[in-house]
């Protein structure tokens, strides 16, 4: 499966963005899917998760309450709305899918399959 990351941009902080992942070759319906972010000199880490069938959406502790994942299944693509942004959100968002093997998992070598990552910016 193709994944293709969109949606990023220059935002102030407490302001809002969506992220799109759009998929090719394969319906997103038998994944997994996750957002994963990369900030300047750190290692990539998870943010958000939704399992397959939609019934099960999963968080980091610093986006709760603030992010917002969803797919549609339809138009073969997840969403990632985030809200009252900050500085500390800066980051490439990258999104990802796998097989729902053994359950969700938040572990980044568990997702094979990845996009080529959305620049988000927040300014202060």
């Known amino acids: 499966v193709q994944l293709q990351a969109s949606g990023g941009g220059l935002v102030q902080a407490g302001g809002s963005l969506r992220l799109s992942c759009a998929a090719s070759?394969?319906?997103?319906?038998?994944?997994?899917m996750g957002w994963f972010r990369q900030a300047p000199g750190k290692e990539r880490e998870f943010v958000a998760g939704?399992?397959?069938?939609?019934?099960?959406?999963y968080y980091a502790d610093s986006v709760k309450g603030r992010f917002a994942i969803s797919r549609d299944n339809a138009k073969n693509t997840v969403y990632l709305q985030m809200n009252s942004l900050k500085p500390e959100d800066t980051a490439v968002y990258y999104c990802?899918?796998?097989?729902?093997?053994?359950?969700?998992?938040?572990?980044?070598?568990?997702?094979?399959?990845w996009g080529q990552g959305t620049l988000v910016t927040v300014s202060s």
């Open positions: 990802a899918s796998r097989l729902p093997i053994l359950g969700f998992r938040q572990t980044m070598s568990q997702w094979p399959y």
């Open positions: 070759g394969r319906s997103l319906g038998s994944y997994d």
């Open positions: 939704i399992s397959k069938g939609g019934d099960g959406t």
